[in-house]
């Protein structure tokens, strides 16, 4: 049985990923330190295969006690988006970077390692973005990423997996990614407001996200020493697009484009995912199902303090 070690297990991606490998016979191992206080894994004790420690990946020790303990290594824990790493730069490269010079430290050959990157490496760009494009990083959150996955393929052995901006339901739910937000603000206020609201970018569900880690430990041969866009080639779409795609299951949606100000993020691009697509892999859920869901489950956190669904 393999037995993967998920860092930041609890969060948002992690949660939902550390359920589907058990689903799918796996045995899981999650380290994470509870930043935000999380319930989210709570489900999850009562099965056989599951170990919950909580820690930091800034200890070094017991990070790599856990790396050598297991098949496959999935380094989730992160300090995630431009406003909280400019607020603990230090604290980011840390998780973001170290973590990953840390465990590539231990690695053996026979074991996988699978990194969670971020399509927002790219920056903006006129041009469809492949896996060959440039990196053009516009905040410390995508500076560490981009080190981090360039130490990894130095390395040789592993993969990386440049997530488009995700949405969807999660045991440890995160209101603060953008159709999440977009879709909150529209089911409590009945408005939204955007800036820039032509900039494109890519979107991809928070299961399709979990199955693509599963599919790579599966196919991981063929992918070892590679980097993968990861996203559905459906949405690239813009901010309003995405907006009136709201709009269809919420019709009295008031949406206003406010020229006068300007978005603190700057990306904007069309992705491509044709590289995965290629060995296989495909998406189950598009962005109307996540919408739909999103707006179904939002009855219930609408009922709760909003801060404990945010990172930031």
């Known amino acids: 049985m393999n037995h993967v070690l998920i860092t930041g297990g609890a969060g948002y991606i992690g949660s939902t990923l550390a359920e589907h490998l058990l689903d799918n016979g796996y045995k899981v191992t999650v380290l994470d330190n509870l930043s935000y206080k999380q319930l989210s894994l709570l489900h999850l004790f009562k099965r056989r295969n599951f170990t919950f420690v909580k820690g930091d ?161 599966e196919n991981y041969e063929k992918c070892k020493g590679q980097a993968f866009n990861v996203g559905l080639s459906s949405a690239n779409c813009s901010k309003l697009e995405l907006a009136e795609t709201i709009k269809k299951y919420i019709p009295d949606l008031v949406i206003k484009q406010d020229e006068f100000k300007q978005d603190f993020d700057k990306r904007n691009y069309i992705v491509s995912n044709e590289k995965l697509e290629k060995l296989g892999w495909k998406p189950i859920m598009s962005l109307d199902d996540g919408i739909k869901e999103l707006i179904s489950a939002y009855q219930i956190v609408v009922t709760h303090n909003n801060r404990n669904f945010t990172n930031l």
């Open 57 to 217: 990946v800034r200890d070094k020790n017991l990070l790599q006690k856990l790396v050598t303990e297991t098949d496959v290594v999935i380094p989730l824990a992160a300090i995630v988006g431009m406003p909280a790493c400019k607020s603990n730069p230090d604290l980011a490269v840390d998780v973001n970077y170290k973590q990953v010079v840390n465990i590539l430290e231990v690695l053996r050959d026979n074991q996988k390692l699978i990194l969670p990157n971020t399509n927002s490496q790219y920056g903006s760009s006129d041009s469809v973005i492949t896996e060959d494009s440039p990196f053009k990083p516009l905040s410390l959150y995508a500076e560490t990423k981009c080190d981090a996955e360039n130490a990894m393929l130095a390395k040789g052995n592993g993969v990386s997996l440049r997530l488009a901006t995700v949405f969807g339901v999660s045991p440890r739910m995160r209101q603060d990614l953008l159709v999440n937000d977009f879709v909150y603000k529209s089911v409590v206020d009945g408005y939204l407001v955007m800036f820039e609201a032509h900039f494109k970018r890519n979107y991809i569900h928070v299961v399709d996200i979990a199955r693509t880690f599963l599919f790579i430990i």
